[in-house]
């Protein structure tokens, strides 16, 4: 099968380097199976985005270097997939996926604060779009010690954040054009919103 890689250009000669940044996405879930707290690397992942387009002015990261655009493209290499409908990528959807994502990182928030003053127990289980908690528990391969529960807690929230649109991801490009997820990624809207005020 043809791997599709992500491609982008070395400024210093003008040649195109290729990068196979679909195995950030696959290396980041292999993280979660060898320590949770390694899920907070997510935190990388939600912040470069951001700290390309102030820097640059452009959506570098959603043109060229976001892993997870990559994963889809691979996955649907052998298939064009149909155009999805207009009301699936209308702003309207674009908002309601920006504020349900907002929701979840401040429901992350409270929780984790919540933890840490001890008013409420940790969740340590994947829980996929917020509710629906998976009946399954994350092999640990590396123990690192006495992590405060606090800290548990967020990167199983983190790592659930991360599958949930990871799925959502793969089955906007089972039915459709494997790019869909990325007009109706958060951080995508959010680049466009902050790139017209730049």
Not at 141 to 147: A, I, M
Request: proline content about 6%; some cysteine.
């Amino acid at each position: 099968m043809q791997v599709y890689y992500a491609l982008y250009v070395n400024r210093e000669n003008q040649t195109v380097k290729k990068k196979p940044l679909f195995l950030i996405t696959l290396g980041y879930f292999a993280l979660g199976i060898i320590n949770i707290h390694l899920a907070l690397t997510a935190l990388i992942c939600m912040a470069l985005p951001f700290i390309l387009l102030y820097k640059s002015g452009k959506k570098q990261w959603c043109h060229g270097y976001c892993p997870r655009a990559d994963f889809f493209s691979l996955i649907k290499a052998k298939g064009k997939g149909k155009k999805a409908p207009s009301w699936l990528i209308s702003p309207k959807a674009r908002n309601g996926i920006l504020s349900y994502f907002c929701v979840n990182l401040m429901l992350i928030t409270t929780s984790t604060w919540m933890v840490a003053l001890g008013k409420i127990a940790p969740i340590e289980k994947i829980r996929l779009f917020i509710v629906f908690e998976l009946p399954l528990v994350l092999p640990q391969l590396v123990e690192l010690g006495d992590v405060p529960q606090a800290i548990t807690h967020l990167a199983y929230r983190f790592y659930s954040v991360m599958i949930s649109s990871t799925l959502l991801g793969l089955i906007l490009t089972m039915f459709f054009k494997p790019k869909t997820w990325c007009v109706v990624c958060p951080v995508n809207t959010m680049s466009s919103r902050i790139q017209r005020v730049l």
